[in-house]
Every structure is written in structure tokens, then in C-alpha cells.
């Protein structure tokens, strides 16, 4: 689910594994967010400074996220945190 490349030059993206959506940036898998598996993945892209956003379901809600490699901000809407 949109496949992409960084400016690194690194693959990233979802897809789904043994009927389990995660994402990945390089060789890092994601497959928890807040310790909580997700069910579907939307959007999924690269910021113009190389964060890597879009939306998750989890628990039957989608949520917006942005991700800089380190930590994960969920969105309610736009520019406002979760």
C-alpha cells in the first residue's frame, strides 16, 4: 500500500503480512503503534522533510500520524494532537 521512495533513497511504505497490516521505512518494521496492532493502512507517504505519514485504523478508528523516526503524533485533525 503506497510504496515509496525517501530522499534517502529507502522503500517505505504498508503491507500486509500473514493478513496483518504494518508499515516500513527501509528495513524497519512497524506493527504497533501505542502497543496496538492496526487493522488497515491508508495514505501512507513521505513528508517533504522526511517524515513518514498517513492514516491508521486501530481499534475501528482511522487517525492521521506522522512518524520522524523516532516517535509517532496522532492527529485528531489537522495540527492538533491527539
Do not use: M
Amino acid at each position: 500500500e503506497d510504496i515509496h521512495t525517501q530522499p534517502n533513497g529507502d522503500l517505505a511504505g504498508g503491507v500486509r503480512v500473514d493478513y496483518k497490516w504494518k508499515l516500513f521505512v527501509g528495513d524497519r518494521i512497524i506493527d504497533r503503534i501505542g502497543g496496538k496492532e492496526f487493522d488497515g493502512v491508508y495514505n501512507i507517504h513521505t513528508q517533504p522533510n522526511g517524515d513518514l505519514a498517513g492514516i491508521v485504523e486501530i481499534d475501528s478508528e482511522w487517525k492521521p500520524f506522522i512518524f520522524d523516526g523516532k516517535d509517532y503524533v496522532f492527529y485528531d485533525k489537522i495540527n492538533k494532537k491527539d
